[in-house]
């Protein structure tokens, strides 16, 4: 068993309790591999206390609801975070006062949280981590366990669009054959969607701004995603849908969190690096994915200047060297 993998067990085998937090406004992969690594341990550990924490979305329903937990035991459990490579983005209340932290991640490394650290960022997804995880373990996998971590890979491969090297579609075929995947079900599940999210779509790439650079962006009132019965976390996934246009290179979907006061910026490239712009603010991600939360209007307005001039230099750099 290797070393990482060896430890990740022992620290799961220790604990009676342990809660399974991922970063806030969650995708697919946030909650496949949070909700395969919970169902993992139970099956494994029969005895044990596992809990899925973090807001819901009513359009991943089909992972399974989250846990309601009235009171942490902060001091004698486990809480594992997945797919979050920083501190502020962990979705669990008090998240600094766990005495004991395990992460599971394939961002590049922004915090350093946890006794135990299982990083690497040339993984397509969190969920093939996870997968790694119980395949080079004493974990147990089931058809439903499989389904998840398989959502979460083609989620964040965007249907295998992206970061798809040979190991992926091992993982992936290695998953269907083993345990029998109907994928056209689990496809339907995955891209299923309401009227009232096509409407809302269409309203995007109605008013989406793009400039001469190639930079487009949309601010998303609540106000707004509310008159089309949606709500912030299915707008903000909705960027991934406009990654095939011609004219744009880098996208961002700026949406305000009137509850928390808070502007959640996504932000997704088709070659313009966009993770060091976004870490300037605050953010971060990958090199093509990324985001950034922030209460400041303008940070902000500061942000989509930057984005709009990363563009701006990228082709003025294609320009002079010519296209790769």
């Known amino acids: 068993m290797n070393n990482i993998f060896k430890l990740i067990y022992n620290e799961i085998k220790k604990y009676k309790v342990i809660y399974i937090a991922r970063h806030i406004g969650p995708d697919p992969d946030a909650f496949g591999s949070q909700m395969a690594l919970k169902e993992s341990i139970k099956l494994t550990f029969s005895d044990k206390e596992v809990y899925a924490v973090g807001c819901t979305v009513s359009r991943f329903k089909y992972f399974g609801k989250v846990d309601k937990v009235n009171n942490y035991d902060y001091e004698n459990s486990l809480l594992i975070v997945v797919d979050t490579p920083d501190k502020k983005r962990v979705d669990i209340e008090n998240f600094t006062s766990f005495k004991n932290v395990l992460k599971i991640d394939h961002h590049p490394k922004v915090d350093t949280f ?29 058809s439903q366990i499989a389904g998840d971590l398989f959502i979460g890979i083609v989620s964040d491969t965007n249907r295998f669009l992206y970061n798809s090297d040979e190991k992926v579609f091992d993982l992936v075929s290695s998953l269907i054959k083993k345990y029998k995947l109907n994928t056209d079900e689990l496809y339907k599940k995955f891209y299923a969607k309401p009227l009232s999210e096509t409407r809302l779509m269409g309203y995007i790439a109605s008013s989406l701004k793009v400039d001469k650079y190639g930079f487009a962006y949309i601010e998303l009132d609540e106000d707004i995603i509310n008159s089309f019965n949606a709500d912030l976390s299915s707008a903000s996934n909705m960027i991934n849908d406009f990654n095939n246009i011609n004219e744009i290179l880098v ?28 870490a300037k603010y605050g953010g971060g991600g990958h090199k093509l994915a990324s985001g950034v939360r922030t209460e400041d209007k303008k940070v902000v307005d500061n942000l989509l200047k930057d984005l709009s001039n990363c563009c701006k230099e990228y082709i003025e750099k294609e320009d002079k060297y010519g296209s790769n």
């Open 251 to 278: 996208w961002v979907f700026v949406s305000k969190d009137e509850k928390n006061n808070l502007y959640r910026v996504n932000i997704r490239s088709k070659g313009p690096i966009i993770n060091e712009v976004a």
């Open 114 to 142: 946890g006794s135990v650290e299982y990083i690497d960022e040339t993984s397509a997804s969190a969920s093939q981590l996870v997968y790694e995880v119980i395949e080079n373990t004493k974990l147990k996998m089931n």
